[in-house]
């Protein structure tokens, strides 16, 4: 692996660690998907700071949840 390619991995796992709370224990995982992300970047015409590949990767935000519909008592009136 070069020093410029292992530097980038290094400093993206890095960001993605501290994107994500600065988890103990998931130095692996962070590190798996820098390596992913920069294989990405290698296959595609990507820009050189790879803003494109990075969107693609970023962890996706958890749906806001509804309320539900039996919340509301039938018996109230408004008004």
Not at 31 to 42: D, G, K, M, N
């Amino acid at each position: 692996m070069s020093d410029r390619r292992h530097e980038w991995i290094s400093k993206r796992a890095y960001a993605i660690w501290e994107e994500q709370g600065r988890p103990d224990g998931r130095d692996d995982d962070h590190w798996r998907q820098a390596v992913a992300e920069r294989a990405a970047l290698e296959r595609t015409q990507a820009s050189v700071d790879g803003r494109e590949v990075l969107v693609k990767f970023r962890p996706k935000q958890p749906k806001p949840e509804l309320p539900r519909q039996d919340w509301i008592n039938p018996s109230t009136k408004v008004g």
